[in-house]
């Protein structure tokens, strides 16, 4: 049975539409990427997973727990789906004026209620276990860029979720530390995380993902699994996009122009 499934998502933004009839399911222990230009819907639809947005329609489930947007759901709906996820955000968002520590341990404390002495104990384990043993103490603005996403890495894990969410984890850091946050999540992967990431990092998407999505224009336009999607395209749109990102790194050639082999 699918961890995740969702069911024709909805979202509008005024007049505009952002997701068109999404659906998508992920089984327990998969890597889903998420991949396509800038305002094709892929935020609004990893921020729906977790009720940071609230579509117009369309149903959620995580686990055991199922949201349906079109019928309104109460705000303890909504916090019972967010419970089951844990999300990496683009821009760490991290408290400035609290420590590494002090940010891993404030949901766990303030949300779940855990004892304060449990949740520092497991969060020194966590900063240890992204490489950041040594930097409880320090303040995000004493941190490197790739540092700091680690720590909202360890922040995310200590939710004990179901299911990680990461929104362009790397797509503001220096391209000197985009590696570090990389192997993390490689390692998360490989341990079995259940995970959804939004990126344009395509060698990242080949080498770990079990599913890719493109979508355009709020609609997934294919998915399946990375050496077809990343390869053999069958869509004219997904074959543009990828010789755009691709385009610095490899021949045209890497993508076939028919949907055949390369």
């Known amino acids: 049975m699918p961890l995740l499934e969702v069911t024709g998502l909805r979202a509008s933004f005024g007049d505009t539409p952002v997701l068109r009839g999404i659906s998508l399911s992920a089984e327990p222990g998969a890597v889903t990427v998420l991949i396509g230009p800038s305002g094709s819907g892929k935020t609004t639809f990893l921020r729906s997973l977790n009720a940071l947005e609230t579509p117009q329609s369309g149903v959620v ?32 968002h991290l408290f400035p004026h ?45 941190l490197s860029g790739g540092q700091q996403q680690r720590v909202g890495i360890a922040r995310a894990l200590a939710l004990h979720p179901e299911l990680l969410l990461f929104d362009e984890p790397t797509s503001a850091l220096d391209p ?29 998407a080949r080498e770990v993902a079990d599913q890719v999505a493109f979508l355009d224009g709020g609609v997934i336009l294919e998915q399946g699994p990375p050496d077809r999607i990343l390869t053999r395209p069958r869509e004219v749109r997904t074959r543009q996009f990828l010789r755009r990102v691709l385009e610095p790194l490899a021949a045209p050639s890497a993508i076939a122009d028919e949907g055949g082999a390369a």
């Open 61 to 92: 489930r995580i686990g055991d727990t199922t949201v349906d947007y079109g019928a309104h759901p109460a705000r303890r709906q909504l916090a019972a789906l967010r419970a089951h996820s844990g999300m990496v955000f683009q821009a760490h």
């Open 98 to 142: 609290r420590t590494a520590l002090e940010n891993v341990i404030e949901g766990p404390v303030h949300a779940q209620h855990r004892p304060r002495a449990d949740a520092e104990r497991e969060a020194r384990d966590l900063l240890a276990r992204v490489g950041l043993a040594d930097c409880g103490d320090r303040r995000p603005a004493e």
């Open 176 to 204: 000197e530390t985009v590696g570090e946050v990389l192997q993390v999540m490689r390692d998360l992967a490989a341990e079995g995380w259940t995970m959804v990431v939004v990126t344009h990092e395509i060698a990242f």
